[in-house]
């Protein structure tokens, strides 16, 4: 009864989801930020995501004083290392010395792919992911339909999931969070980053919660760097 009512608090939250990414009408703001001295934030969506299902959070992190950009604005269709170069040219190509990443989903994989730049890693502050599968994940090895795109970075032990992670200086500027249970990046263990600075579970439920739910929110404003 109780995986049940995981389920259904789950599939609430995609709906929700589901009506901004494909029913809402207003275009998702690219790079309109507010004026202030604190570090930016870079959002990142995962894959099949875009942002305006991060409008919600970017709203929510303007109002506490940080400037937001999104990435991307459309549709996240393309292949990692596709969209981990746009992710490189968005950084690189914003006025700010230094800015910092929350990264949804795939989005932490995109993530580590571009910090493998020396510029982006010099850039980059630090990364909060939400319910990435940083070690790659049990669905991963079923993912038939990224064959041809991406398999090699969500299935489990592959080995360009290891090398990825192998790399102590990126991880350190990591910060790992997920939800308590999510049906679509398990088991939980797969979203640990070995050395990252932080690894830790929240008391929400769903993999959609990582983006809508304002638990998620306040702790992720806990952890961004001023």
Not at 98 to 112: E, F, M, R
Not at 153 to 172: D, E, G, H, W
Request: charge should be positive; hydrophobic fraction near 45%; glycine fraction near 4%.
């Amino acid at each position: 009864m109780e995986t049940l009512k995981k389920h259904l608090a789950s599939f609430r939250l995609r709906a929700e989801f589901w009506r901004l990414e494909y029913f809402s009408r207003s275009r998702a703001r690219d790079f309109t930020t507010i004026k202030s001295k604190r570090i930016p934030v870079v959002l990142v969506a995962g894959i099949y995501a875009s942002g305006k299902s991060l409008r919600p959070l970017k709203k929510f992190l303007e109002q506490k004083g940080w400037p937001v950009s999104l990435a991307p604005a459309e549709k996240n269709y393309a292949a990692v290392p596709i969209l981990a170069k746009k992710l490189e040219a968005r950084i690189l190509a914003l006025p700010a010395k230094k800015v910092q990443i929350v990264a949804h989903s795939l989005g932490g994989i995109t993530a580590l792919v571009a910090l493998k730049n020396p510029k982006v890693f010099a850039k980059v502050a630090q990364v909060i992911t939400l319910g990435s599968p940083l070690q790659g994940c049990a669905l991963g090895k079923f993912a038939f339909w990224e064959l041809k795109k991406n398999r090699d970075f969500v299935a489990p032990n592959s080995k360009k999931i290891q090398a990825l992670t192998a790399n102590p200086k990126i991880n350190r500027k990591f910060r790992s969070l997920r939800a308590h249970f999510d049906p679509i990046v398990f088991p939980p263990e797969v979203s640990i980053l070995p050395g990252a600075q932080e690894n830790r579970a929240l008391a929400v439920v769903g993999h959609i919660a990582l983006i809508l739910s304002p638990t998620v929110w306040r702790a992720v404003v806990k952890r961004l760097l001023k």
